[in-house]
């Protein structure tokens, strides 16, 4: 992978530094470039610190002051921190607006030169979805922030080790699999390197890209026509069971009104049952990225040899 230095001088400020990704970027970028890595407690701290020794500090990602400490001296920020599901404790409005609110603060007071920030397919501030809405209110604060940011929106990402990659590989290695709606959700993954690559190129360009650009892997299939491509590579071929979207909706308002936590919300699943259909080549053009073959990453993320 390219270094996310771009000749510039200063730190890259990474929040949110303990998910896949961020330790994914922490990993793959070159020794000699310098990252000061963000998170919310010694665990996750600890979590970075077991990938590669950088400069980590626990921050609370919606303060000002604390972020605004955190960047000083850095050349730029990469914006991982985001929630699907709310819950214990922790609100949307929280984990997507108030922190990017913060951030952009933090880097104008700091000096930024541009932010990357990752957000969601089909988000925007007037989104029916409560997580789509606030991801996208979280992107019209960075947009129009004083400090130029990039949104990369994605879809389901496929990574090694990571829960899109290991619930696929259930699916492809079972029996039968009861899908909602029978699977006919349109789905359009893309490889984890990919989204590194567009995030490092999104902070290597010449000149700060100052737009959101909708990402996605090379190919488009309900995720019925996902699990088999995944189970050819066990020499499978699960069973579909239709479940039908209303029961399952039922069943998930039922979890939500009886547990103060529960595994799934309403809101969860239709970000999981939004459809993503998106034209790439705009993006992929202004990145100067090629996407990985489909096939290639569900052999490397999804095949036998990653169970």
């Known amino acids: 992978m390219?270094?996310?230095?771009?000749?510039?001088?200063?730190?890259?400020l990474v929040t949110g530094a303990n998910g896949h990704l961020g330790r994914a970027l922490i990993a793959q970028a070159p020794s000699d470039d310098d990252i000061r890595a963000l998170v919310r407690s010694e665990r996750a701290a600890d979590q970075v610190r077991a990938v590669r020794e950088v400069d980590v500090r626990i921050v609370d990602y919606t303060s000002r002051e604390a972020l605004s400490e955190a960047a000083r001296g850095c050349r730029a920020a990469v914006h991982f921190v985001g929630i699907i599901k709310e819950g214990g404790g922790a609100s949307y409005e929280d984990a997507h607006e108030r922190t990017c609110d913060a951030l952009s603060a933090a880097a104008e007071d700091a000096g930024l030169e541009r932010i990357v920030y990752l957000s969601i397919l089909g988000s925007r501030p007037d989104a029916g979805?409560?997580?789509?809405?606030?991801?996208?209110?979280?992107?019209?604060?960075?947009?129009?922030?004083?400090?130029?940011?990039?949104?990369?929106?994605?879809?389901?990402?496929?990574?090694?080790?990571?829960?899109?990659?290991?619930?696929?590989?259930k699916q492809a290695t079972s029996g039968f699999v009861a899908l909602p709606g029978g699977g006919r959700t349109l789905q359009q993954p893309i490889d984890a390197d990919d989204v590194l690559r567009a995030v490092i190129a999104a902070l290597s360009c010449e000149t700060p890209i100052a737009a959101a650009l909708d990402l996605g892997g090379p190919e488009c299939l309900p995720h019925h026509a996902l699990v088999t491509r995944a189970a050819t590579l066990y020499g499978r071929r699960p069973r579909v069971i239709p479940i039908p979207l209303g029961l399952v909706r039922a069943g998930i308002g039922l979890l939500e009104r009886l547990s103060a936590s529960p595994p799934m919300t309403l809101a969860m699943f239709d970000v999981l049952q939004h459809d993503d259909r998106v034209d790439v080549s705009a993006a992929c053009k202004q990145l100067d990225l090629e996407l990985t073959p489909l096939d290639e990453t569900l052999r490397r993320c999804v095949g036998p040899e990653t169970a």
Do not use: Q, T
Request: hydrophobic share 45%; charged share 15%.
């Open 2 to 12: 390219s270094s996310p230095a771009s000749g510039a001088a200063g730190p890259l």
């Open 129 to 169: 979805n409560a997580c789509l809405a606030s991801k996208g209110r979280a992107e019209k604060i960075l947009l129009e922030g004083a400090v130029p940011a990039c949104v990369l929106r994605v879809p389901m990402v496929l990574g090694p080790g990571d829960f899109a990659s290991f619930s696929l590989r």
